[in-house]
């Protein structure tokens, strides 16, 4: 397949108010295309589609409902005439804590928005895409091939969405149309900052996290890597690009770090705090919206 031109074209980004999401929305419309961004909250994101100016349709929609989703596709199709790009970015994680320590609804909650989500976002485009050539966007995460300690149901759920988009794109092939999988390391948003650099069992957990590996990606950076990906149909992005030899490799050194981690002292003490981790709270996540702050959404912000 050649290049993908995006120019004309018609995008539908989930999880679309902010961090990468919007950065993705507002990248696309600069390439010429018009855009729905999805979101729970449907007033904040009228509001947060209306700082993108003309040509941005705004959709309260949970993509773990699927008949939600289902809505904001008809409503883009109503609006725009037609839909060539859907981008499946909506993620949630729970508060940092083992298997046993999480409430099960916490898991479950985890796995409906990521994966159920995705699939939700790609079924309800499968047909207007198939029409139009086009192409979905799965965004998956490093957690599909790295250790999911601590954040079992967001690796399993990003672990699934890759095997996912394998399988959907062998499927589109013959249509025409393409699929993208996007691995993102650390990305500087609301809910890495929470998981990272605020939750205890974060920040000691991440400390285990060799240079370069622990470097951080902008929204803006994010994005960009993605929507190249679309131009180019590619089969996977991986951002930062230093994760790609670990998911390469992922065969070989997968065991020996699982092996490694559960001979360490650290690990036994973050096990033991992770057990009894009250999880009332849960982390922010890319599907929750937060006041807009137009000024600062028009600059690349939104607070």
Same mark, same amino acid.
């Given at each position: ?20 999401? %919007? ?22 994101? +009228? ?13 309260? +929609? ?5 008949? +939600? ?27 940092? +804590? ?9 898991? *479950?909650k985890v796995v409906r928005v990521n994966l159920l989500g995705a699939y939700y976002t790609a079924h309800a485009a499968l047909p207007h895409i198939i029409e139009t050539g086009g192409h979905i966007s799965l965004v998956s995460s490093i957690y599909a091939f790295t250790q999911g300690a601590f954040v079992a149901p967001y690796a399993a759920s990003k672990a699934a969405v890759e095997q996912f988009g394998r399988a959907l794109r062998v499927e589109l092939a013959p249509h025409k149309a393409s699929v993208t999988v996007a691995y993102f390391g650390f990305v500087d948003t609301d809910m890495v900052r929470f998981e990272v650099?605020?939750?205890? %069992? ?21 994005? *960009? ?43 036994? *003490?973050?096990?033991?705090?992770? =057990?009894?981790?009250?999880?009332? =709270? ?6 929750? *919206? ?14």
């Amino acid at each position: 397949m050649g290049r993908f031109d995006l120019d004309g074209k018609v995008a539908l980004v989930t999880g679309g108010t902010r961090g990468i999401g %919007l950065a993705t929305a507002r990248a696309l419309r600069q390439r010429g295309a018009q855009v729905t961004i999805v979101g729970r909250d449907a007033g904040n994101t +009228a509001a947060v589609a209306d700082t993108l100016g003309d040509g941005v349709l705004g959709v309260g +929609a949970d993509v773990g409902d699927r008949d +939600a989703v289902e809505h904001a596709v008809a409503a883009t199709i109503d609006r725009f005439g037609r839909l060539d790009v859907a981008v499946a970015n909506a993620g949630v994680t729970a508060r940092l +804590a083992t298997v046993r320590g999480m409430p099960p609804e916490e898991f *479950e909650k985890v796995v409906r928005v990521n994966l159920l989500g995705a699939y939700y976002t790609a079924h309800a485009a499968l047909p207007h895409i198939i029409e139009t050539g086009g192409h979905i966007s799965l965004v998956s995460s490093i957690y599909a091939f790295t250790q999911g300690a601590f954040v079992a149901p967001y690796a399993a759920s990003k672990a699934a969405v890759e095997q996912f988009g394998r399988a959907l794109r062998v499927e589109l092939a013959p249509h025409k149309a393409s699929v993208t999988v996007a691995y993102f390391g650390f990305v500087d948003t609301d809910m890495v900052r929470f998981e990272v650099d605020t939750d205890p %069992l974060g920040v000691r957990g991440t400390s285990l996290v060799p240079w370069p590996l622990n470097q951080h990606l902008t929204p803006d950076q994010g994005a *960009e890597a993605l929507v190249r990906g679309i131009e180019q149909r590619s089969a996977q992005i991986i951002a930062p690009s230093q994760w790609s030899v670990l998911s390469v490799l992922r065969g070989i050194i997968n065991p020996g770090v699982d092996f490694v981690m559960s001979k360490l002292p650290l690990i036994s *003490e973050l096990v033991a705090q992770g =057990d009894s981790q009250k999880v009332a =709270d849960s982390a922010p996540d890319a599907t929750l *919206e937060l006041p807009v702050n137009r000024e600062a959404a028009r600059a690349g912000r939104v607070e």
